[in-house]
């Protein structure tokens, strides 16, 4: 397993755009998690999934903020319109889900510029 | 809500040496975990300890070890024999009943020769 991919790495948008990000968990792991990082800050919560349900929101996920799992596999995450302040890296992580506590592994992110 | 801080923006040590990077939290759960991780340069963040609320003793993992104080809820990381390789932000993380995970806003740690 190579672990959690995300894709792009990179990706540069103009004010009022939509951009998609895309997260590969680890493929046993059933939970898969979204975050949002800005720089000189820790990750900020945003989204999680166990298999295809999404289960929690965070009040930071606005209305333009979408996020799918539909397979129970991959995931996307959407801006639309997207503004200045939604500049940030954005991080995924998965785990095992159930009764107990499991490890989140993270990818390596998808750093976004807003222009 | 949980909250979690970390109040040393930065710190460094030199090799071979010790540091100890601190933690406080704050949570009205009973039951709860805390982590570090760590976030090298341009690379993904990685766990680097983790420790059970319920358990007394503090956990340890080769140079890295904790100093979990309950009652005070803080919990401290300390780095023994520092290695050029620990260069990082580290994060203090909590997840109690829900699955998210809180972070503190980080320690930057330099390692000098």
Request: hydrophobic letters at 15%.
């Given at each position: 397993d190579t672990g959690v991919s995300q894709d792009p790495r990179h990706k540069i948008t103009k004010r009022g755009q939509n951009v998609t990000f895309r997260c590969d968990p680890i493929?046993?792991?059933n939970r898969l998690y979204w975050y949002r990082q800005t720089l000189g800050q820790g990750p900020e919560f945003l989204t999680y999934f166990q298999n295809e349900a999404q289960l929690e929101k965070s009040r930071?996920?606005?209305?333009r903020f979408s996020a799918e799992r539909p397979k129970g596999s991959f995931s996307t995450l959407e801006i639309q319109?997207?503004?200045?302040?939604?500049s940030a890296m954005y991080l995924c992580a998965s785990s095992f889900g159930g009764g107990q506590v499991y490890e989140q592994y993270f990818g390596p992110g998808t750093r976004l510029t807003v222009t | 809500a949980q909250t979690v801080t970390q109040s040393q923006p930065e710190m460094s040590v030199q090799e071979a040496e010790t540091v100890t990077l601190s933690c406080t939290y704050d949570t009205s759960e009973s039951d709860y975990y805390l982590f570090w991780y760590k976030q090298p340069p341009s690379r993904q963040m990685i766990l680097v300890i983790r420790q059970e609320a319920y358990k007394q003793q503090n956990a340890t993992e080769n140079r890295f070890s904790v100093n979990f104080q309950k009652a005070a809820k803080s919990f401290s990381l300390k780095i023994s024999?520092?290695?050029?390789?620990?260069a990082a932000m580290y994060f203090c993380a909590y997840t109690g009943t829900a699955s998210k995970l809180t972070f503190g806003t980080g320690t930057r740690l330099q390692v000098t020769l």
């Open positions: 493929s046993e792991h930071l996920l606005s209305d319109r997207t503004e200045q302040g939604d | 024999d520092s290695q050029l390789g620990d």
